[in-house]
Structures are given as C-alpha cells and as structure tokens.
C-alpha cells in the first residue's frame, strides 16, 4: 500500500512538473505573446456575449452584436500585438462569409493579409478570431492558431465550402 502511494505521489509530481514546464516553454518560445493574446481574444467574446445579452445592444436577426465598438472597453481595447503593423482592429464578416466559423485568412506576415484587422468577428454566429503571425512552418502556425482561438482546425489553408446558388436550387 505505501508503495501504490508513492507511485501515485511520484506521478502526480510529474504531470505537475510536465504542465508547469509546457506553460514555461511556451512563455519562453512566444515570450507569452500566444497567453496574452488567448486573454484578448476571451475578453472580447465575453464582452460580445454580455453585450448580447442587453436590451439596447443593435443586433442582427441571429442575436448577436452587428459590431464591436471599442468604447465598450474604455481605454483598453484587446489587441493582437503579436503581428506588426497598423492594421484595423476588427474585421466583421462580410455578408458571404457569415456562415463560417473562422476567417479565410487566419495567418498574417508584412507580405500576406498586410491590410487584414487584428482580429475577425462573424455577427452571424458570435465568433471572434484572432490572427496569427506566420511562423516558420504551417504546422506550427496552425498550433499557434488553435491554441489562441481554442479551435481544432485540421488546416491552416482549409478551403471554405462556399454556398452557390446552383447547390441552393437542388
């Protein structure tokens, strides 16, 4: 019996050592860039979601918010000071997109989505995203993506299945 509590204390310790050592690692690799932007990028879905929940927020025919204004956080809006540039700070889905869950362009460098907000919020759903830089693979990018916008996407480049007005008259 003492043996079995030693054996369940030692792996406790591990797995303890292992989580505290992951989060290290990755403030380490990101310089807790990806934290921080995770914490953005929740403090803006709490807010939409709150908001939605009010009376006088204008919403569309879905129920969420048809914008997010800044002014609802006072000085200090979430921002994404993980990709560099002056970029907009949110990007609401256009009326083509409203029935995806993530934008098309999730990753940004100074060549690719230069232009592209921050942040990308879909009014039809609730959805806010937040973008990515490039890293140095796309499987890595992917990881980065995932883990910040607490998705499980399989593809960086996932190709959205566009609604076509043949497909809606069969």
Do not use: C
Request: charged share 25%; proline share 5%.
């Amino acid at each position: 019996m003492n043996r079995l509590v030693n054996v369940v204390a030692a792996i406790t310790l591990l797995l303890g050592v292992m989580v505290v050592g992951g989060w290290q690692y990755e403030r380490f690799v990101t310089g807790g860039q990806e934290s921080e932007l995770r914490s953005a990028a929740v403090r803006l879905k709490r807010e939409i979601d709150r908001r939605a929940a009010m009376l006088e927020t204008i919403k569309g025919v879905e129920g969420w918010p048809k914008k997010v204004d800044p002014e609802w956080f006072g000085d200090n809006p979430p921002r994404n000071m993980w990709i560099a540039g002056k970029r907009p700070w949110i990007e609401i889905a256009s009326s083509d997109q409203l029935y995806l869950q993530d934008p098309v362009v999730r990753a940004v460098d100074a060549r690719v989505g230069a232009e592209l907000a921050e942040f990308w919020y879909n009014p039809a759903n609730g959805n806010i995203r937040a973008r990515v830089p490039t890293g140095a693979s796309d499987r890595e990018t992917l990881a980065h993506y995932n883990r910040v916008n607490a998705t499980s996407l399989d593809s960086l480049f996932e190709s959205p299945k566009w609604r076509s007005a043949s497909a809606n008259d069969r």
